[in-house]
């Protein structure tokens, strides 16, 4: 059966944005749709045309025999000024602020497109990088790791607090928490990450970035390679700064638990995102 | 500017596709694309058609003023069965066995692109039940209940294990799992339930069913209803299986240990899905 153009570019909108960073043949397409493969290219010109032009992504065509097309996420600033402003202002509401300085995100955790929309523009900074795997702690940076994960085609591995049997063997270090400098343990299943894996390491928060600092000593234990290190809200103004390359999305400053005060702005990530990080 | 007719379809695709169960008017595609809304309800036909006919979903159009379309999810079975398929003979190694019975899903549930997935299918199953909300246990099951949620258009609740700072005041029960038999302390920021609710309880491995039973007792403290129960994997042939309805896309029997043998098949996803759960 034959496919009408309207029909294939519905199709191939769906499948692109399903199949990120994968090579996809125009053989596979034409197959697909039963048409030639000059109707094939024709289609997905008008489809880098309009992901371009809507800000939904980037269509890369690789020529020759062994070629096709790739889809990269790239979240225009004109969609994602807006929605990091928003967030801004969800976040600077005083009753989120928690004892110790802690804000209470769980709500703008807990939605799945606040979450979906923070990872593809997080990915849209690393979707030209050489990226084998995210890595995040549990509990409350699994969504957003995935979210971005699925963007860029990688698995995502989880380190926990404590080691659980359905984990199998397990290589645990011990960090110091940057803003409460406790000794705490970090685990992470033998099996889930190869050596010399490239890895981008994401959270939802980072205050004197100790857990991020935890990560990348048990990354060493891998003979893995920090990639990147991206987060959704940084503390600022944090003395000890513990990490320096980064990306954040949203940044919080003057924190005042007694006076419930938070300044909420922008985070580096339009600053940083062109330049390799 | 104005759009042409291919440039809008793959933009209300894309948009759609990120947008499920939400009302979109008619006049916010007619001036996004300044567009008759004659030519959007022609476009809105192409793509009902072709998101039935290849298994992405279906639209439903809303007559009236206060009218417009809502997409919802819908993988069909000649998708999801070979899909399930081949996750069964994933799951069937024999290396995946550890103490006690249970299985290392990790690769697995680390991979975006198998819990995306997992997640359509479990989401057709109730993309037109009235669901308020999504509610899994930390860690294993948040990507699926993410993946799950993000289709049906509801957040995501995670009961947690131990209270922490930043979840604010907690609502705690005890319960008993059905395996070991252990007493465990279940715990769930008690901003992040609205009384009523109607929740679907998202898993990834249900063994006698303990976990999910303790959910349902803290549902009880927070007068929210159980709408549905679903898991990735279920393991069979357990004596006293404390959770009857439930829907399952795997289902494991005859795992024996010490000789390394697991049999794998399709859960009752494929019977039940039909009829309300």
Known sequence: ?????????????????????????????????????????????????TFEHRGIGTLQTIPGAAGGVKFFVKVSDEESKPFVQQLCEMIAKPDRLLPGGYLYLTDILGNPSIVQKAGRIIASAYAASSIDVVMTVATKGIPLAYAVASQLNVPVVIVRRDSKVTEGPTVSINYVSGSTKRIQPMVLSKRSLAEGSKVLIVDDFMKAGGTVMGMKSLLEEFKAIVAGIAVLVEAEKIEERLVDEYISLIQLSDVDVREKRINVKEGNYFLKKGRGK
Chains 1, 2 share one sequence.
Do not use: N
């Not at 994968?22 to 010109?45: C, M, N, V, W």
């Open 1 to 49: 059966m034959k496919f009408r153009r309207s029909e294939r570019l519905v199709d191939m909108t769906t499948y692109l944005l399903e199949h990120p960073r994968q090579l996809i043949p125009l053989t596979y397409f034409a197959e697909r749709y039963s048409s030639a493969k000059s109707s094939i290219s024709e289609d997905l010109g008008i489809l880098k045309e």
